[in-house]
């Protein structure tokens, strides 16, 4: 569900930029008030993994269409919603300039859509109510599915509302929304099972660590979370690395109902303008753009998506580089909060 310019008006995309900086801002200060040092590493490696699960596309049955994780709900319910936006910021980021995955312009508005509902609306409205204080694993998984659909709903309804006052005539109101919300229910209901999956793994390792994001209490100095950290790492590794050659060649839930409206899964790019200017930057910026290697002019496209599993140098790369990538600046992002929280006391 990542957003391309050519969806957003400037006034829009500038909008969204505004109230994103806004937010991370505020996330920053409390984090600065109230930060748990010792989650600093997990900030990170739950990035880095989060960036590569975003890799893989999985098929949509009967749709045509595929579906990624967004990851909102695994951050905001095992690092608390401050540090889980901050995070979901800091991947799409990297995801935006390095990898050419969303445009500059619609950043804004892909960090709203994946960061804010899940870790401001759907973790504490409905997944804290529902899983609980020493929740079960089953009530882990009910309240991730129910949660986890939410917040796709609500983040899939607000690209079409952001199209909408971004006056994108191609994109009827009525007909889109009926494309978008159907398929994100079903991307949904998978990023339910997979949070479900990974927050019970956390639970049956460290489930202090649950406690200490749900309640915004740090965690007592005799609690490591290192086999966490370890374990989140190889499957960072290994989806980016090579779980990334199966992702589905479908178009995704956004580019299929573009599609099915509008005929193709691209609107037409303007050829001027504050999206033009910044569609160069992120062609100078992105070196393994689409996550592969660069094409030389008049080589083609390449073979991404053409097979299945797509088995490419190229992929793997992006898939470790983009986790290190991520990894490296959560723990910058950290450091730096840390560093002016010790200076205020």
């Keep these: ?47 880095a993994f989060i960036f590569a699960a975003q890799m893989i596309n999985f098929t949509i049955p009967g749709t045509g269409s595929s579906g990624h994780l967004g990851g909102g ?22 995801q935006a300039f390095f990898f050419a995955d969303g445009g500059l312009l619609a950043l804004g508005c892909n960090i709203w859509n994946l960061g804010i509902y899940p870790c401001f609306i759907a973790y504490p409205l409905i997944f804290k109510p529902l899983a609980g204080s020493g929740a079960s694993p089953k009530r882990i998984t009910i309240a991730s599915l129910i949660s986890g659909v939410v ?97 589905s060649s479908n178009p995704d839930g956004l580019e299929w109902s573009i599609a099915k409206v509008f005929g193709k899964p691209e609107l037409p790019e303007k050829e001027t303008g504050i999206a033009t200017a910044l569609k160069s930057v992120q062609k100078r910026t992105a070196f393994l753009p689409d996550y592969d290697f660069k094409k030389h002019e008049g080589a083609g496209e390449g073979n991404r998506g053409t097979s299945w599993p797509a088995v490419q140098p190229g992929t793997s790369v992006s898939g470790i580089v983009g986790s290190a990538l991520v990894l490296a600046a959560v723990l910058l992002i950290g450091l730096i909060i840390r560093a002016l929280r010790r200076k205020s006391v």
């Design 151 to 247: 917040a796709l709903q609500l983040g899939a309804f607000s690209v079409v509302i952001e199209t909408l006052l971004s006056g994108r005539s191609e994109l009827p109101f009525g007909t889109f929304v009926l494309m978008m919300q159907p398929v994100h229910l079903g991307i949904g209901i998978v990023e339910g099972f997979v949070t479900a999956g990974v927050i019970n793994f956390v639970r049956a390792s460290r489930p202090e660590i649950l406690e200490s994001a749900s309640s915004a209490r740090p965690l007592s100095g005799g609690i490591s979370t290192g086999r966490v950290f370890v374990g989140l790492l190889i499957a960072a590794v290994l989806t980016g690395g090579a779980l990334s050659w199966f992702a």
């Design 73 to 94: 709900m695994i951050l905001a319910v095992i690092l608390g919603p401050y540090a889980g936006f901050i995070v979901m910021a800091s991947v799409l980021t990297i």
């Design 1 to 47: 569900m990542h957003m391309a310019d050519a969806l957003l008006s400037p006034a829009v995309g500038a909008t969204f930029w505004a109230g994103t900086l806004g937010t991370i801002g505020y996330c920053a200060r409390k984090l600065k008030e109230n930060m748990d040092e010792k989650m600093v590493p997990l900030m990170g490696v739950l990035g």
